[in-house]
């Protein structure tokens, strides 16, 4: 049985996830099929309300569950609610900071809930959610 | 470039109507593999099926987030917005989730159902927001569900 180490409290990172270059931005739009010009166009952005292109919400999900992923490993993601509170100019940096908030042991294993934030350079959340996790094993101290 | 809509200045949640249809999706390695490098997910697990076979799985995982990436295989993805009268360029995503309940891997055929499960409006109707939801099948099972909150800006706010 694998030891599942992770009381509530534990941090994973931060850790800084990327930047949304515009050169990124259309490649995950080719990628995902995300192709509304706001992540695209300067000038559709314009017309939206934005100075500039704005990254893909998803593209920060798929930052954040990849984040997570590498530290719990592959395939633990049972549950991902992610909220954008603010949206992520073209050129930004993304970091990302995620927390053990609860810890259920059962049959199938350990299920971790945590609290994910993602944030600009100068801090500003931009990415606000909850990752559930299910990891094969039981913690060495259940009680912790 | 598309003619310019005209945005509706309110917009009535009560009568508003936008049916989708249930569509399949084979899930194509090329496209997982893609995804995972432009995300910058390096664990091989995801883009070597020799890797992903020798960790005991059919072929590479999909992401858990590329779920909604095939979701948008659904033919013409704005549609729905343009059926509610609403301009797609004034909409930004509030809210996405995903429970996954299987692992889905390259080279299944998965069946997305979507539906609006919610529209309101906020803000004295200064905010429209719509929410979906996705059921995803493989082989009539339920294996995956999408929940998509999106919002859309009306007028000049």
């Not at chain 2, 996954?100 to 390259?106: D, E, R, V, Y």
Request: hydrophobic share 45%; glycine share 8%; aromatic share 6%.
């Amino acid at each position: 049985v694998t030891e599942v180490d992770w009381p509530i409290g534990s941090l994973l990172g931060p850790q800084p996830l990327g930047a949304a270059e515009r050169s990124l931005l259309a490649r995950f739009a080719d990628v995902s099929g995300d192709r509304n010009p706001l992540h695209l166009d300067q000038e559709a952005a314009r017309a939206g309300g934005f100075p500039d292109v704005i990254a893909h919400g998803m593209l920060g999900m798929a930052w954040a569950a990849r984040f997570v992923e590498g530290h719990l490993g592959v395939g633990v993601v049972r549950r991902f609610v992610a909220r954008f509170s603010a949206p992520v100019p073209v050129g930004e940096t993304i970091d990302c900071v995620a927390e053990v908030t609860d810890r259920t042991i059962g049959g199938a294993g350990t299920l971790l809930t945590l609290a994910v934030t993602s944030t600009l350079s100068d801090g500003l959340a931009v990415l606000q959610g909850e990752i559930d996790c299910l990891l094969e094993g039981t913690p060495s101290d259940p009680a912790a | 470039m598309a003619e310019a809509r005209s945005v509706p200045s309110t917009f009535d949640v009560d009568t508003a109507v936008a049916p989708m249809s249930p569509f399949r999706v084979l899930v194509d390695r090329q496209e997982l593999v893609a995804f995972a490098e432009v995300i910058g997910e390096h664990d091989s697990v995801y883009s070597d099926v020799d890797i992903a076979r020798a960790a005991g799985h059919p072929d590479v995982p999909v992401p858990p987030t590329f779920l909604f990436s095939l979701e948008l295989r659904r033919p013409d993805p704005y549609s729905v917005i343009e059926d509610l009268g609403l301009d797609y360029r004034r909409l930004v995503h509030g809210e996405e989730e995903i429970s996954l309940f299987s692992a889905c891997f390259a080279g299944e055929t998965l069946e997305f159902r979507p539906r609006i499960s919610d529209i309101r409006s906020k803000k004295n109707g200064s905010l429209i927001f719509i929410e979906r939801t996705t059921e995803v099948l493989r082989d009539h099972r339920e294996i995956a569900r999408l929940r998509n909150l999106a919002i859309v800006r009306m007028g000049t706010s």
